[in-house]
């Protein structure tokens, strides 16, 4: 699985490095994951997705049972885009700088549940178009002052694009560095779900209207002028999925690029990434396009109601653990699964096999002295 890179990307960018080092998960850690969950104490497939996930773990952190994870932090991404110029959004840009700097005080969804989960949330400026004043606790790597308006022509340039890919994989980097064992993607942005449903047409090959949805809010008819938008858009820029970051730089956004390149950063060093929502989805898509094997360290937290996520879901295979009927975005039903993911991971370490509590016998007859057991003599077959 080759990555897919621009020609003229330097070999030795941040990018590149790290698209290059993500290297699939080790198939033997997975099957003897597999050949484990065979054995533990409870029917078969009676967990349900926490026994693939479990296993998935164990593939991504490379050993049988894996740690628990304990130290999540949401990667969280702000910037503006031109393309609200047409009217795609019913709120104000201004609601982009508000919200990052209520986000980086921890007033926000995704800052209340984080601290619930006893993570972090790092709130990175990519592209505001205002700037934030000195102390607000954002990370400022602003690139430029919102894209400009895929409707008439390309996002951004190549250059910066790549930029705010390499501001993604340095946050997650310097994340796992101080010990972050699970990454978040978020994101904060007004309009931003139009370039979001652009990159989902493109990379699942589906129509504008079938993976378009309403955002935050917009009615039917500010819907249907969307679909329009997205359409125009793509028309304008004619996007090659198969050269994802120069797509991402044609139709896609700073805050898209930056939790893409968060993702890259995950795999690269065999850690967890747990995405919700249609901006998430969008930038998953993008991740995975550049580097196929990004696929084996995604989890899909939280499901949603923008026809987007199915689609990218489907086209990524990822199920999600979670369907609240959320909405807000911000990475807050990505880090509401993390619990679901610890669980998982527990059940691999701490629940028992068959053999660890004296269930040897496994002949035709199935007798066993299995402690617990409903009747004296149960068997295997029947705790299974």
Known sequence: MSVRLPASLPPQSLLARTARAITPVDPRIRQEAHERQQILTKPEGS?????????????????????IPSHPVVGLFAGDHGVCAQGV???????????????AAGGAGVG???????????????????DLPVGTGVVDRK????????????????????????VGIQTGLDAIDEGADTLVAGEMGI????????????FTGKPAKEVTGHGAGADERRRAHKIAVVDKALAVNEPDAEDPVTAMAL??????????????????????VIIDGVLACSAALTATAIAPATLNHLVAGHAGAEPGIVAAT???????????????GE??????????????????????????VGVTDVKVTGQTDFPGSAEAGASKDAVR
Not at 89 to 103: C, G, H, K, L, W
């Open 314 to 328: 489907e086209k990524l295979g990822l199920p999600a653990l979670l369907d609240l009927g959320m909405r807000l």
């Open 47 to 67: 967990l349900g997705l926490l026994e693939t996930l479990s296993e998935q773990l164990c593939a991504i952190y490379g050993q049988v049972p894996g740690p």
């Open 89 to 103: 959004s019913p709120d104000p840009q201004e609601i982009t700088y508000q919200q990052a700097i209520n986000m």
């Open 191 to 202: 309009g931003n779900t139009t370039p979001a449903a652009a990159l989902i047409a493109l």
């Open 112 to 130: 209340v549940l984080t601290r619930q989960m006893g993570g972090k949330v790092i709130v990175t400026d990519v592209g505001i178009l205002k």
């Open 331 to 356: 990475g807050s039903g990505a880090i509401l699964a993390f619990p679901i993911v610890q669980a998982a991971a527990h059940i691999m370490a701490e629940m028992t096999t068959f053999d660890e």
């Open 251 to 272: 139709v896609g956004g700073f805050e898209l690029a930056a939790m893409a390149g968060l993702m890259l950063a995950g795999a690269s060093r065999h850690v967890p």
């Open 143 to 166: 690139i430029q002052h919102g894209t400009d308006d895929i409707s008439v022509g390309p996002a951004m340039s190549l250059d910066d694009a790549v930029t705010a890919f390499e």
